[in-house]
């Protein structure tokens, strides 16, 4: 099994060290409610709004997270992490290196 994500997001390097560590994207469950609420965009008052860690990835990734067939892709912690909570940090990385 490897990371789907490699292709979609290739500025993540995959560990190849760790090949282990690759899961089915409907398998992560990780509250991001504490991530958005740090980061100033989650808005507990509007209808509908119960983010999920698979929600924050694909649309991350630019895809939607409305079609069922994404959540069947395989991703690794690596871009598990970049694209979930540790996004701003990644981000934050992208610009001091490509743009300092």
Excluded: A, W
């Excluded at 509007?46 to 860690?53: R, T």
């Excluded at 895809?63 to 996004?87: D, M, P, T």
Aim: aromatic letters at 14%; one cysteine or more.
């Amino acid at each position: 099994m490897s990371c789907d994500f490699k292709y979609l997001v290739p500025t993540i390097v995959c560990n190849i060290n760790n090949p282990i560590k690759i899961v089915k994207i409907f398998d992560c469950n990780q509250d991001v409610i504490s991530h958005l609420k740090s980061i100033h965009i989650y808005k507990p008052n509007f209808p509908d709004q119960n983010p999920s860690e698979i929600d924050l990835i694909l649309t991350r990734s630019g895809l939607n997270s409305n079609v069922e067939l994404f959540k069947q892709l395989n991703i690794c912690n690596e871009h598990r992490y970049n694209l979930g909570i540790l996004f701003i940090i990644f981000v934050y990385f992208l610009f001091i290196t490509f743009y300092i």
